[in-house]
């Protein structure tokens, strides 16, 4: 039911940025080779259940914006004088566009958002209306009075709010039409609970900091410097041929006299690749995730298998970089079904095809495969991580 929800990103650029030192506006600064705005719209465009993105802009910036932005695909929206004003702006662009079920409300100056933090939103929403990341106050709060120490401030319960911050769209901008113009808010969470509802908070991530001052820029660098760490894991997967089974392979039904035995329907070709993604990320095998006493997997589509391997990737803000499979069988060939095994893996995957390799290979009728009395497969996964997860 979710995957079918319209979700739409509104990422607020239209500030002047004054205090992060520089010529240019922060969010059209550039950081590690790219502009703050780009790297805060490749985060959400690469998360895969944002459906469209729109940039609120300041009057006479969409020019800057579009030449920064290339050939990304984005809506801009001319903003106001206020944040508050910029977001209704953007709000009512994306009703006049079609409307939304979701939107989520980003700061351009937080461009490091990982898909995690996105998911988590989203499943907040499958219950609330409005739900924000946050993070604990770890430091001890004071009050200063002209550099004076003066009270402390008990941080029990105290949180610091990120963006983005997510909402049913019909709520939100409902709030936003029926708040005071008169009166300002920070973030629109407020003006959601001042339109009387819950707002969750769910865990935020410190790479969702603002870039506000010049050393927030020169400490981005730096941690976009430490790059990826890479991951290579492999997998191997067995299963017996028997009559009156269907041949599901590689993601696809093939037509052969036999097909594979097993609890689930016995994709070996998908097992062995389920198992390369967990082990490059250590996180078990695919026995551990989906145990053969559990009779809800008998018969089930592998594709699920594989789809929540990539989502475990996923969670972990990694890339899948390549996935190399070796099917060891007599027969079927598997030749003439190389093409669309992978275009079907990548497709569970959401990879380009280019990354998938599908090999074949016989055992010169030695042994169990050679004896056609099961397939083998074996595949290795390459996986980028981020060096700070
Ligand atoms: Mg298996």
Redesign the pocket.
Known sequence: MTASRKIVALIVAAGQGNRAGGDAPKQFRIVAGKPVLAHAHDALAAHGRIDAIHVVLGEGQAETARALLGDRAAAFVTGANSRRGSVRAGLEAIAAAGGADIVLIHDAARPFLPGAAIDRLLAALDQDEGAIPVLPVADTLVRGVDGVMGQGVDRAGLHRVQTPQAFRFESILAAHRAWDDAREATDDAQILRAWGRDVMMVPGDERLEKLTYPQDFARAEARLAMACTTRVGMGY???RLAPDEELWLGGILVPHDRGLA???D???AL??IVDALLGALAEGD??SHFPPSDPQWRGAS?DRFLAYARDRVTARDGRIEHVDLTIICEAPKIGPHREAMRARIAEILAVPVDRVSVKATTTERLGFAGRREGIAAQAVATLSLPALS
């Open positions: 997967d067995v299963h097993g609890h689930s016995a994709d070996v097992h062995a695919i026995g592998s």
